[in-house]
């Protein structure tokens, strides 16, 4: 054993290679990066350790891996779980001969960005298990108990944590560095477990899949999983699962600290939602007066803990949590919402005190959201408007679409040129659609290189297919940048793990896609890029304008650099255009003068085209 500080998600990682696990996918997405940014490039021999091109893939390949007799790790953020859900569904009905965990991060309180979605409503409609660790020592040993647990039902059993865990740090234990002997792989011929092919085999895999769900709970009882502690008979009751777990011995301080007395209050810390423990729920529902469930996000436990009341003929027993309406369903819980929920029970009410820390934030400035000094977006947002105004338009007249990633930056100030955001890769299907609905104006798609590579092909191959006339933009910056700066097909070889070593380029796939419209370009020269944007606005069918430039973020890493600026106080008439135009936080206004603050410039030169004077200039010319 040794003793490491490790985040939530790193102790997933460690787990399943102390585990014996034979292959690790995913796609990059906060807050469940960092399983695989860990290990990448990193992992022990044997252990193939890949960023998928999207979750589906990542999820399929994994599948096949555990198929074959191995253990298998799958990561993902919650939307991930969307792209992934219609192979996960199909793993679900058929079950695997090795072990398969799919390790799913949720962010109540959305710290990340994207709907607040509850990954366990997934699973529900599957009749997966769901493991919920409170802490980043539960995630390690979940994490193992998952792979056997899947191994002894024989199918895949979903790890769900939420961001106060996966990004959560620790020090805790873990096992050395000597991991199990690899397994052979096993080639299963069986027809009827690994294809849909008919009524009679479907509907024999459900029957094997609801069989699994109901092993793994008498599983879960027989290890004693769950944790269940009866107090005094007739007093109240505290049911939390996964976070919650972690914040209900702070909660009880608080409530004592305010004179309000919780001894002899019973409790149940779960340690999976699905399936619920019904033994240790029915146990404290016959002994307690009444019981507060205690969840983020969406009231699954809650509802089961309803259910068998009903069924124990207790249901005029008060079950308080989110559907009497105590609790929210939105936003991430902490040690005070707990104590607040547990304080009802006994008709009391809980205001936590103002610390003087939240009173500060009145005294803070505003940081809007916005792109990095150099980011080659940033000359992607500027084309656009200018290429509007060329084109005798109004911002306001033109449809521009966004996705996922960076490149929805442009719809904050100063750009405000996006109008939208829904999905990976839904811009360019979107784009189409405004087309559709008689928009007379032009209409154009941006989205960034990684989120082309996992969603945007298809929506493309039927703009051409149809011969819809839009303006797709593709920004390629190299880098799965916002969730982290992974490597994707599309970034440069020397960076890629593979022994091959081989960057995919995308102006290949467009054109073998059908697009026979095709511009490459640097965001950084917006007087070509503009004229660009103008000329393929003004042309009918599908047109695509690649703009190809790295990351400022890891080029800056490698002390790259494209020259220094410089501006001529003289010719300076302190406008302030290129800080309202750019938004690029290397430049300032100290009062009196523009300046270029030259730790964060990286000479990309987009602010002196911006100039009206030419009074930035860069030096040496």
Same mark, same amino acid.
């Given at each position: ?105 949720? #962010? ?105 769900? #109901? ?200 750009? !405000? ?136 973020? !890891? ?44 730790? !964060? ?21």
């Amino acid at each position: 054993m040794k003793r490491l500080n490790l985040s939530g998600n790193e102790a997933v990682a460690q787990a399943a290679l102390a585990a014996g696990v034979k292959l690790i996918t995913g796609y990059p997405g906060t807050p469940s990066s960092e399983v695989v940014d860990s290990l990448w490039g990193r992992a022990p021999a044997g252990v193939t350790v890949e960023w998928s091109v999207n979750e589906k893939v990542a999820l399929d390949t994994a599948g096949a891996c555990a198929w074959a007799g191995q253990r298998a790790l799958c990561t993902m953020k919650m939307s991930g779980l969307n792209v992934a859900y219609d192979s996960l569904i199909s793993f679900a009905y058929s079950g695997c001969s090795g072990g398969l965990v799919v390790y799913v991060c949720d #962010d109540p309180g959305v710290e990340s960005g994207m709907p607040e979605q509850d990954v366990r409503g997934f699973a529900h409609m599957s009749d997966l298990p769901v493991l919920e660790p409170a802490s980043v020592a539960e995630s390690y040993w979940l994490t193992g108990y998952a792979f056997e647990l899947s191994e002894k039902i024989g199918g895949p059993v979903l790890l769900r944590s939420v961001t106060n865990v996966s990004q959560s740090h620790a020090v805790i234990e873990i096992a050395g560095d000597s991991p199990p002997p690899q397994r052979e792989a096993v080639l299963i011929r069986d027809i009827k477990k690994y294809t849909k092919g008919g009524a009679e085999i479907c509907l024999a895999q459900h029957r094997d899949l609801l069989a699994r769900l #109901d092993a793994a709970g008498r599983i879960m009882h027989a290890d004693s999983l769950h944790q269940l502690e009866l107090g005094e008979r007739g007093k109240p009751g505290i049911i939390s699962v996964g976070v919650a777990n972690a914040f209900v011995p702070e909660a009880l301080s608080l409530l004592r600290e305010e004179g309000i007395d919780t001894a002899g209050f019973s409790r149940l810390s779960c340690r999976a939602t699905i399936p619920a423990p019904r033994e240790e729920i029915a146990a404290m529902l016959e002994h307690c007066s009444s019981v507060v469930v205690l969840e983020e996000n969406e009231p699954y436990l809650e509802r089961a803990v309803i259910e068998i009341a009903y069924r124990l003929r207790l249901a005029d027993k008060r079950i308080a949590g989110k559907l009497d309406g105590l609790l929210s369903r939105i936003g991430a819980y902490d040690a005070a919402i707990c104590a607040r929920g547990i304080a009802a029970l006994l008709g009391c009410s809980y205001q936590p005190q103002t610390l003087a820390a939240f009173e500060a934030e009145a005294y803070c400035c505003e940081r809007p959201i916005g792109v990095c000094a150099g980011c080659p977006h940033r000359g992607v947002y500027i084309a656009l408007n200018q290429a509007v105004k060329k084109l005798g338009y109004h911002k306001d007249e033109v449809m521009v679409t966004g996705d996922i990633g960076c490149t929805i930056l442009g719809m904050s100030p100063p750009f !405000q040129v996006l109008w939208t955001e829904v999905s990976m890769g839904a811009s360019v299907a979107m784009a189409q659609g405004y087309v559709h609905a008689g928009v007379k104006t032009p209409v154009f798609s941006t989205m960034g290189d990684s989120t082309f590579l996992h969603a945007g092909m298809p929506p493309l191959l039927n703009a051409v297919q149809n011969q819809t006339p839009i303006t797709a933009i593709i920004m390629d910056n190299g880098w799965t940048a916002m969730t982290g700066m992974q490597v994707n097909a599309n970034t440069a070889a020397q960076f890629q793990q593979s022994a091959l070593k081989k960057r995919v380029d995308l102006a290949d796939i467009v054109r073998g896609l059908g697009v026979e419209q095709l511009w490459i370009a640097d965001p950084y020269d917006l007087p070509a890029l503009t004229a660009i944007l103008v000329e393929a606005a003004r042309l009918p069918g599908v047109k695509v304008v690649i703009t190809r430039r790295e990351c400022a973020i !890891q080029a800056g890493r490698r002390k790259l650099r494209y020259g220094r600026q410089h501006i001529d106080q003289e010719l300076c008439i302190k406008c302030k255009r290129c800080i309202t135009t750019t938004g690029c936080p290397a430049l300032f206004w100290d009062g009196e003068l523009v300046g270029i603050d030259e730790s !964060q410039c990286n000479g990309c030169g987009v602010c002196s085209s911006i100039c009206p004077k030419s009074a930035i200039v860069r030096e040496g010319e």
